[in-house]
């Protein structure tokens, strides 16, 4: 991923694109910090374009509550760029199908399974589902 962003941000250099260019460099920026703080592991660039789409997605609504459309604009086209990195997002619907199947796979029935779930639900399919909302739906699970 690091080099298909790469070669993006070289084309958009190309085309003089400040908008693009601003965000693709950010995006490289993010993953050097990362390494740079975490020498020893291999790089989570969907872990960290994630974090990127939760700022963005922060700033947006705080821009919101001010009417302040320029800077409101601008958080919209990075989170569409930083999107366009992420795995297909999975909905609701999807999401219940697959934890009914990972409650039933595991025999998880209380709280106490509650990590066990969303760290198998992560391995399969980091990226694809808001962890905020997901721990929220497995607690509803376990609950009933």
């Known amino acids: 991923m690091k080099e ?3 070669v993006r941000l070289r084309e958009a250099m190309k085309t003089r ?10 995006i490289l920026a993010s993953f050097t910090n990362w390494e740079k703080a ?9 872990s960290v374009i994630q974090s990127m789409v939760k700022q963005r997605k922060q700033s947006i ?3 919101s509550k001010v009417n302040n459309e ?9 989170l569409s760029i930083l999107e366009e990195y992420l795995p297909k997002q999975l909905n609701d619907s999807e ?4 934890l009914k199947n990972l ?4 025999n998880s029935n209380s709280l106490k399974d ?15 589902y808001d962890n905020k909302k997901l721990s929220e739906k497995i607690k509803m699970k376990l609950i009933k």
Not at 38 to 46: A, D, F, G, S, V
């Open 17 to 26: 694109n400040a908008p693009l260019i601003l965000i693709l460099r950010s």
């Open 95 to 98: 999401v219940d199908e697959i």
């Open 4 to 6: 298909q962003i790469s």
């Open 114 to 128: 509650m990590g066990r779930m969303m760290k198998i639900f992560n391995e399969k399919y980091l990226g694809q």
């Open 70 to 78: 320029s800077l409101l604009n601008v958080e919209k086209y990075e």
């Open 38 to 46: 975490n020498p020893n592991k291999t790089l989570e660039e969907i």
């Open 103 to 106: 409650c039933i796979e595991t």
């Open 61 to 63: 609504e705080e821009y």
